[in-house]
């Protein structure tokens, strides 16, 4: 039962063990300017060698880091490496191998700091929204259910299947939740996940909500997985996981036997558990809808304590691809990291930490599975979180350890401090501040510390990075707004607005665009370099 957490104690342990050897090893080697010098030279060769994509995406993956900024991509590439052993800095994650980058711009229209909803909006339809909006364009205020209905969006899943593609989402929040419902959905509200968070007067307008929406209005979707099945169950069902619960429809509907009756004749298959979702066969499965708890999957380290079992992103987003490949028109698929947001707002940061290094897992499957020269693989977030770790802290702390005592860090309480601090949430205090003598702050369940005490960690309103290969990947540099993202993915696949004009601007700048290189002029260029460094 307590499998998920053992394996974390005891990776931790391996690292303690060689923590001392691993980090005597690399300081001794990076005392070394041999050691920079030819690390920078690699990495200068590595980029002169890149030769841009310019084809056309057959297939566009989006693999999205809900609340992952840039502050806990570090901080996850850092535990990654130390569950292994090392030290951690050093670490790459998946997406950092990808060697195309930007920063983008997470604002709503009308607010500093963004939500899910609206961000989604932006980096999947390519407009720009209002907070707490969804699908809908900045015409629309929040919960303006009359306006909703003319200022519908389309979104990039959508553009894909209008040209020919299978399209999916996998996700470990809820399929309603505010990245995948950006994907089908559109609402004045994101709140609007069943009937039975709508206002009456919302109804009566012709809203309707996001579950019956994935289900009414996108049948064509072919793979579904993630959270939520209460959602799309009424009151009157009991949870076939968790018999004291029931689903949260109002209505008396039971949207999962309707999906499965709109798909009478088809490949399709439901499940809501591991076993089951083990036995589904890529090759005769052509709809697969996987909702694996009532409300949003569980974290990575708990998830093997689940009675049903579930199985991970990297699971998840395999058995979608394998799914979706067989379209030879190619496919779109979504793979949100949800739970890295949800472990900040609770100020959990070993959950939200532990997510990413799953999600990295997500990542890795889709780049061994794929062929970069017809696939544009994107990385990105939705916003950053209140989330930071710092203090001087020597090379190889424990990042969710406590800061050693300094003399550079003068802490004017005199007590303990931790590597990890939110700037807001719920690890605040209104009675001042907890002493951490003898507190175990690598404990999943351990809440850091906060400077505002706040019922929920609030997102941070930095940009967030675009990491990216394949075709058009080298659009991906400098700042751009969020709604970049999407029309890059238009773009990079010819459709959408892009079905035309994008072959034939490609064809006139594509020339410029790729800063061909001779093979002479590489090589005197790399040699020229060498005999600077040396």
């Known amino acids: 039962?307590?499998?998920?957490?053992?394996?974390?104690?005891?990776s931790v342990a391996v690292w303690l063990s060689s923590w001392t050897l691993n980090c005597s090893a690399q300081t001794e080697e990076e005392k070394q300017p041999?050691?920079?010098?030819?690390?920078?030279w690699q990495d200068i060769q590595d980029v002169l060698q890149l030769q841009p994509r310019t084809g056309v995406a057959k297939n566009l993956v989006l693999f999205l880091g809900d609340g992952m900024g840039v502050s806990t991509v570090t901080a996850g590439r850092i535990l990654k490496g130390?569950?292994?052993?090392?030290?951690?800095?050093?670490?790459?994650?998946e997406m950092d191998k990808l060697p195309y980058s930007a920063l983008v711009k997470t604002y709503n229209v009308d607010r500093q700091t963004g939500d899910s909803a609206g961000t989604a909006t932006a980096y999947l339809s390519g407009v720009k929204a209002n907070y707490a909006t969804v699908g809908v364009d900045a015409t629309v205020a929040h919960g303006d259910c009359a306006a909703s209905l003319t200022a519908k969006t389309t979104s990039i899943l959508e553009h894909a299947h209008a040209a020919g593609k299978s399209v999916?989402?996998?996700a470990t929040a809820r399929v309603t939740h505010a990245t995948p419902a950006g994907t089908y959905a559109?609402?004045?509200n994101r709140a609007w996940e069943h009937d039975g968070k709508m206002p009456s007067e919302a109804k009566a307008l012709g809203c309707t909500d996001i579950a019956q929406q994935l289900v009414e209005d996108n049948p064509f979707i072919k793979v579904i997985l993630g959270g939520g099945r209460g959602y799309f169950t009424s009151t009157d069902q009991t949870d076939p996981e968790y018999p004291d619960q029931t689903g949260f429809r109002t209505d008396g509907r039971d949207l999962i036997q309707e999906w499965q009756d709109g798909k009478q004749g088809a490949a399709a298959q439901y499940v809501w558990r591991k076993a089951e979702f083990d036995q589904v066969d890529p090759a005769e499965t052509d709809f697969l809808m996987g909702l694996f708890e009532p409300d949003h999957m569980q974290y990575s380290l708990d998830n093997e304590d689940d009675p049903a079992g579930e199985p991970t992103i990297a699971e998840m987003t395999t058995k979608a691809i394998q799914i979706l490949s067989k379209n030879p028109n190619g496919f779109f698929l979504l793979v949100e990291g949800s739970k890295i947001d949800l472990g900040h707002h609770f100020g959990l940061a070993a959950h939200?930490?532990?997510?990413?290094?799953?999600?990295?897992?997500?990542?890795?499957?889709?780049?061994s599975m794929l062929d970069l020269d017809e696939t544009l693989i994107t990385v990105t977030a939705d916003h950053s979180h209140?989330?930071?770790f710092g203090g001087y802290a020597p090379r190889g702390t424990p990042i969710l350890g406590i800061v050693p005592k300094s003399d550079d860090n003068d802490v004017l309480d005199g007590m303990p401090f931790t590597n990890i601090l939110y700037g807001n949430g719920p690890g605040g205090s209104l009675g001042g501040r907890q002493n951490l003598t003898g507190v175990d702050t690598a404990d999943k369940n351990y809440r850091q510390q906060a400077a505002v005490p706040m019922k929920y960690e609030s997102h941070g309103g930095e940009d967030v990075s675009v990491f990216a290969d394949g075709p058009m990947a080298h659009l991906f540099r400098g700042l751009h707004e969020q709604v970049y993202v999407a029309h890059v993915m238009k773009y990079a696949a010819c459709i959408g607005?892009?079905?035309?004009?994008c072959r034939t601007s490609r064809n006139q700048t594509s020339a410029g665009d790729q800063h061909t290189w001779s093979g002479l002029t590489v090589f005197i260029t790399l040699l020229l370099l060498k005999t600077i460094i040396n």
């Open 1 to 10: 039962m307590f499998g998920a957490s053992v394996k974390f104690v005891l």
């Open 34 to 40: 041999e050691y920079w010098n030819n690390l920078a």
């Open 82 to 93: 130390q569950l292994a052993g090392r030290t951690g800095e050093e670490e790459l994650l």
């Open 168 to 170: 999916g989402i996998v």
């Open 186 to 188: 559109y609402a004045a």
């Open 352 to 367: 939200a930490l532990n997510d990413l290094v799953a999600f990295n897992d997500a990542i890795a499957v889709g780049k």
């Open 386 to 388: 209140m989330f930071g």
């Open 497 to 501: 607005e892009y079905t035309e004009k």
